[in-house]
């Protein structure tokens, strides 16, 4: 496969899962949204710390924004994890 026709490849699959993710419901607009939430935190965060905040610490605000919106990733994170140990250990002693 060449170039082009991976990058069409490609911008077809991304444009298939935002239209699911319009379209209804599920894992893909979970994703969407939360990406969105976090992009507006993180501009808004920014926006006031410039302002009333000493130039010294208002570059953390937008990490601070970030942190707080996906911390849930790290706690999925270590979810998943555990749940690959737990399995594993349960195939080992079958």
């Given at each position: 496969?060449?170039?082009?026709?991976?990058?069409?490849?490609?911008?077809t699959?991304?444009?298939?899962?935002?239209?699911?993710?319009?379209?209804?419901?599920?894992?893909?607009?979970?994703?969407?949204?939360?990406?969105a939430k976090?992009?507006?935190?993180?501009?808004?965060?920014?926006?006031?710390?410039?302002?009333?905040?000493?130039?010294?610490?208002?570059?953390?605000?937008?990490?601070?924004?970030?942190?707080s919106?996906?911390?849930?990733?790290?706690?999925?994170?270590?979810?998943?994890?555990?749940?690959?140990?737990?399995?594993?250990?349960?195939?080992?002693?079958?």
């Amino acid at each position: 496969m060449n170039a082009p026709q991976r990058i069409r490849s490609a911008a077809t699959e991304r444009a298939d899962y935002l239209g699911r993710a319009v379209r209804g419901a599920g894992g893909e607009r979970d994703e969407v949204l939360l990406g969105a939430k976090t992009v507006i935190a993180a501009m808004a965060a920014w926006v006031m710390a410039r302002y009333l905040l000493p130039p010294s610490v208002s570059t953390f605000a937008p990490f601070t924004a970030l942190v707080s919106l996906q911390g849930t990733l790290l706690t999925d994170a270590g979810r998943l994890l555990a749940d690959l140990r737990l399995g594993r250990q349960s195939l080992a002693r079958t």
